[in-house]
């Protein structure tokens, strides 16, 4: 075996050239870690595994999804009912995207804390940024998919919003949904945007991406206007080579992540409501969890100006290199304003989800039942 | 086109019954019109006194109401009863036509209307048979045996039934394959009603052949096979989740492990 192997070797390394390649990938797998790299930094690499089984989940399911007001819910019963591990492969898909915005925001939330956002790392950033809209608008396209009255109706209250912006709001609602009211032309730009434009876009920006952490390697904790810690430097602090120590990690972390979301679509697995029904609007229709604070948002503040914070929100994230933190200091402890910032902002959106998720229901705490109305205020109910 | 079409056909069971008050056979037969007014003919079916007498309800002259020419039969003979209660109960008076009381003429015999009353026509139901066996029949003897039987048997048979179509029920809002045992639901449900119309043949085995049908693969063990299905699903779920973490275990212990010997 290891003969052919070396045959198969020399045969392309005589026409290619390969050995200054490997040799260079090599060189740049062994280069070490900052010593402050800890378990943290291993949640990228769960986040690449995720996207990586959600296209793999994803072809299986487009084999058999037929996208079409007509089609699409009887595509979905077929795939839960008579594909095998069809019910098992949606269930993946569905928990996987859940699963890839809680740890996408936690990578975010430790790239701000540990400053890697900071010069000369900007760009990495800033794609991540755009990444993490990329997914977003995947769930979104993605949730109309199965065409239940869930997907349906979800679709209508989101897509309402944008139309309050003056002048393109109806404009970009009506070039969204290819029409004036969700429908078939609606499912068709849905389904194009979710299975060929968003994954193109999405590979190339992460492969830019993984690509500039590799060349530029994880960021150390000194200050922006030192230069980085050469290898040397940073095997002398204590740093540990990439390859095989750091991979070791970001594989623990990976299997666990897995196991999780394979225990999730096990024991949970992903539901099908009724088909949609545009004649008969559902009692509780929410957007997906992570919609849910701009959702609520928008009952607080005008519909107008609540739609623009969403896409400012994430405007402001791309600017937060470049224009908005632009201190030197990278140490967590010598940015505990900034820290204090974030974790305000971060409080805020987690409020206003949870607001989101408690609003319309009826909840006994203490044994007694609270009514939340539509602000998600509790109305105590006689019990 | 449809929805007004099953609107049309649906009023009538929304619909008030028609005010006896003003059917001019109650101003003199008022004894017999109050017990008709308690009556499921009146109450569900909104039938008034003509649908089995004939005549016209809303003729005040009695000439003209009780008149030949509008259909006017007055009380069924014991000859003809059957086949009034037979121009909407076909399926029940087939039976009756195949049991022990298929003789109605003969005097000893009942009709219709011994068991059913004629009037005061009360929702039918198993109890039914206790109460009007023991008018002929005494309670040792072979006919209230029979009956016993049947009854006990179709009890038995419909509340069976009526656990499983609870459970699928209050399950099949979130799991949907529950909804594959509907049609079997459905066809037990449609099984038991012709087993209710054949209790009047009062024949013990004809009855247990449709309650085994009832239970049968076509029935109540197709669905409780849904249902066990997946309470059995249920059952694996936390099994094949035990090995999955198994695995992933021992992954990371040997990551762990390799980790531990690396410089």
Known sequence: MKKIGGLLWAWFDERLNLAPLVAGLEANLRKPVPAHVNWLFTLGSAIAALIGLQIFTGILLLIYYRPGADTAYQSIVRIMDEVPLGGFMRSLHVWGADLIVIFLILHMVRVFVYAGYKKPRELTWIIGVLLFAVILIFGFTGYLLPWDQLAYWGTVVATEAPASIPVIGPITREFMLGGSEVGDPTLGRFFALHVVVLPLVLLKLMALHLFLIRYQGISSLRRTDEPDPTPNEIRAEGGEPFFPHHVLRDLTTTYLVLGLLVSLAILYPAHLGDPADPLTTPLGIKPEWYFLPAYQLLKYVPEVVGVQIPPLFIGVLVLLPLLLDRSPERHPKRRLRAIGVGAVVLGLIVLLGLLGHISETRQTIFGITYHFDIQGMPHGEVP | ?263
């Open chain 2, 1 to 263: 086109m449809w929805i007004l079409l099953a609107l049309l056909f649906a009023a009538p069971l929304f619909a008030e019954p028609p005010d006896l008050e003003e059917v001019a056979c109650t101003w003199c037969h008022y004894e017999e019109a109050e017990d008709f007014a308690e009556s499921v003919h009146y109450l569900q079916g909104h039938l008034l006194c003509t649908d089995c007498h004939g005549g016209l309800p809303f003729a005040e002259d009695p000439d003209l109401a009780k008149a030949p020419e509008a259909g006017f039969i007055g009380k069924p003979g014991r000859a003809d009863v059957a086949e009034v209660c037979a121009q909407c109960h076909s399926g029940p008076a087939g039976f009756f036509a195949q049991g022990p009381h298929h003789e109605w003429q003969n005097e000893a015999n009942p009709t219709c209307i011994t068991c059913h009353s004629n009037h005061r026509v009360l929702d039918a139901s198993l109890a039914l048979m206790d109460e009007t066996c023991s008018q002929c029949h005494d309670e040792w003897s072979a006919a209230r045996d029979r009956g016993q039987k049947i009854r006990v048997e179709l009890k038995v048979g419909a509340e069976h039934l009526q656990r499983v179509a609870m459970v699928v029920d209050s399950l099949a809002g979130f799991e949907r394959s529950l909804q594959k045992a509907q049609p079997f639901i459905e066809d037990a449900t449609a099984v038991l009603q012709s087993a209710d119309a054949a209790t009047h043949a009062l024949d013990v085995q004809m009855i247990e052949g449709m309650v085994a049908e009832v239970r049968g693969e076509r029935g109540i063990a197709g669905a409780e096979g849904v249902v066990g299905a997946y309470y059995e699903k249920l059952r694996m779920r936390p099994r094949i989740v035990f090995a999955v973490w198994v695995f992933v275990l021992v992954n990371v212990a040997l990551f762990w492990w390799k980790r531990r010997d690396l410089p």
